[in-house]
């Protein structure tokens, strides 16, 4: 086992460098000057020339991509252009209020929606799983850019439930601005999941072992809720990895609806301002969650399923 | 398993499908909805409807009136018809899920299968390239191509043509690996056929209905990022697009205006649904294991 995690922590080394020069080019090359693409419109030789010296430019390519590494070692990745903060200091502010919108959605989506899903399973073929169904289809088809709007305009606005937008630091203080987020996240995400982990353990539902509980003489919900929910752990894991980009997408358009000061409403304002370092080290930042996430699954499986292979 | 099973006579996998296909009226509709769109997007494209669309046709927002067309969903800040901006925006959606499938489709398939046909080295590179392009969060990998390459609907089509790939390369490279060794693949190598002709005449028609399912899923999504791109400002400049009426009705709705996020909230919704439906329904018509 011990074995196993260190030659995948090994495996990811060829990745993270591999992210790095993709960046790398992506950021310093392709777009041409940086410097000039920071200032913009109000360009003047001596604002270019100071940029350049400040953030490295004026180096050769190597050394700079040297630079950029080090950066993604020592978690120091210089100043924002707009803001002039650490930019460091301003991911560790945002993680908070992003921590709190994102995780607990995320988990109440994943719970309703295994839930949802084990249920429509169980009644398949009956008017419950095709109404879920057609109600899952319908629902991913509206767009987020609606609910959300809608949302804000008709609940918060109109009915004056929730605040329309806003953030406190105080927890007491700050749940009420994240309630309506969350459930707009929740109800924009769980026609994907429902359908998803439906289907997930309708597959499940054919295999032979199966058909050996039912002639065993086991009780249906036995046969459901002990071995098929236990064999479709895989790709519900699997699933719920996979959305941790989709929750950072989300994250993005629901901070900057709700003004919630988190990461997401510090890259939309970075794009807004072409504060380039800043939009570098968030690109940089959310691969390097993705692979720790992806990392974290691979170790899941082999202790959510014992038929993985350690090899 | 019924008893038309045991006729002698083979029908092809395409056949097949069409005829299961045909049998389901609402992916028949969907796909009409579909080509609806593209008709619509079209003749927009060529200035037959919906021009000029830039031109004031009434107060500024003015409600929506059932007198002329161009009046049905009301007009915008500048007493633009929003039913024209609807269209308009259907066309740049439509363009831009076109536009961005070419990219993303030769490229997923011809990599997929070579590193799913050769394997050894050229494998692990693609297979590399691709685990490094997918760990970085898609949005993000889009926001910074379109912020890099510059704002407009260039940037939008090589933004998710190149990103989106990724899933489709996925399957032909698993595909590839399963069918290389099949019989008839192995009887044209006895018969002496290159590997090109491997790849292109004997395999690859086998395994194409992905590409279609694909498609549909990949235009989908191209759609959905288009206003999202738009939304966020890094998309399309100077053109309607029903991301930027969205971002505009943000500021609308506290003064009642609500026509314009509904017409582009509602033209979006058909055409995603029924790429919805219809993929569903090719899956299921184009997959040999569901019968």
């Not at chain 1, 929910?229 to 609806?257: D, H, Q, Y």
């Amino acid at each position: 086992m011990f074995v196993y995690i260190v030659r995948k922590l090994l495996n990811t080394i060829p990745i993270i460098f591999g992210v790095a020069i993709v960046i790398f080019v992506l950021f310093n090359m392709v777009g041409g000057d940086p410097a000039l693409m920071m200032v913009g419109k109000h360009a003047n030789a001596q604002r270019i020339a100071e940029l350049r010296a400040e953030y490295g430019f004026d180096k050769p390519q190597i050394e700079q991509f040297v630079q950029y590494l080090k950066q993604i070692v020592t978690f120091d990745y210089g100043r924002s252009y707009a803001t002039r903060r650490q930019i460091s200091d301003m991911i560790s502010d945002g993680l908070g209020p992003s921590m709190s919108l994102t995780l607990p959605a995320f988990f109440l989506t994943t719970f309703l929606a295994v839930i949802i899903g084990l249920v429509v399973a169980y009644f398949r073929g009956k008017w419950i799983d095709k109404s879920a169904v057609v109600f899952c289809v319908f629902g991913m088809s509206i767009p987020v850019l609606a609910y959300i709007l809608f949302g804000q305009y008709f609940l918060a606005y109109k009915l004056g439930l929730f605040p329309i937008s806003g953030y406190e630091q105080a927890l007491s203080e700050r749940w009420q601005y994240l309630v309506l987020p969350m459930i707009l996240w929740v109800v924009v995400s769980l026609g994907y999941d429902v359908r998803f982990f439906r289907t997930a353990i309708l597959e499940e539902t054919g295999q032979d072992y199966v058909r050996t509980a039912r002639a065993k003489g086991l009780s249906e919900q036995k046969v459901f809720f002990k071995h098929v929910l236990k064999n479709s752990m895989v790709p519900i894991i699997t699933n719920v990895v996979i959305e941790i980009p989709l929750l950072i997408l989300g994250a993005f358009l629901f901070e900057g609806f709700f003004g919630i000061p988190g990461i997401g409403s510090i890259t939309i304002e970075a794009i807004g301002n072409s504060d380039f370092p800043v939009i570098k080290a968030m690109t940089t930042l959310f691969a390097l969650l993705y692979i720790g996430g992806n990392l974290a699954t691979d170790i899941l499986y082999t202790l959510v399923d014992p038929r993985v292979s350690l090899k | 398993m019924p008893a038309a099973q045991a006729e002698p006579k083979g029908r092809s996998l395409w056949s097949d499908a069409y005829r299961r296909l045909l049998k389901d009226k609402l992916a028949i509709i969907c796909f009409w909805i579909i080509v609806f769109y593209a008709v619509v997007a079209l003749a927009a494209k060529l200035g037959w409807i919906a021009t000029p669309w830039d031109r004031a046709v009434g107060p500024a927002y003015s409600p929506p009136s059932f007198g002329a067309f161009e009046l049905w969903l009301g007009t915008d800040i500048f007493g633009r018809s929003v039913m024209y901006k609807v269209i308009h925006g259907a066309r740049v959606a439509m363009s831009v899920g076109l536009v961005s499938c070419m990219i993303s489709i030769p490229i997923g398939v011809s990599l997929g299968a070579l590193a799913g046909f050769y394997g050894g080295w050229m494998d692990d590179l693609i297979t590399w390239f691709y685990t490094v392009l997918s760990s970085i969060p898609n949005i993000l990998l889009l926001l910074a191509i379109a912020f890099v390459v510059g704002k407009g609907i260039t940037a939008v089509y090589i933004a998710l043509g190149v990103t989106s790939w990724i899933g489709l390369c996925r399957v032909m490279r698993g595909e590839f690996i399963k069918h290389k060794n099949r019989d008839y693949v192995v009887a044209a190598s006895s018969l002496g056929a290159t590997n090109a002709s491997k790849i292109f005449r004997h395999i690859l028609p086998n395994v194409s209905h992905f590409i279609i399912i694909s498609l549909s899923i990949l235009f989908m999504s191209a759609i959905k990022s288009e206003v999202i791109l738009s939304f966020l400002g890094l998309g399309v400049q100077g053109q309607p697009s029903w991301g930027i009426m969205i971002d505009d009705a943000k500021l609308e709705l506290a003064r009642g205006v609500w026509w314009q996020l509904a017409g582009a909230t509602a033209a979006m919704f058909f055409v995603v649904l029924a790429f919805n439906i219809l993929g569903d329904s090719l899956r299921d018509a184009l997959d040999p294991k569901i019968k």
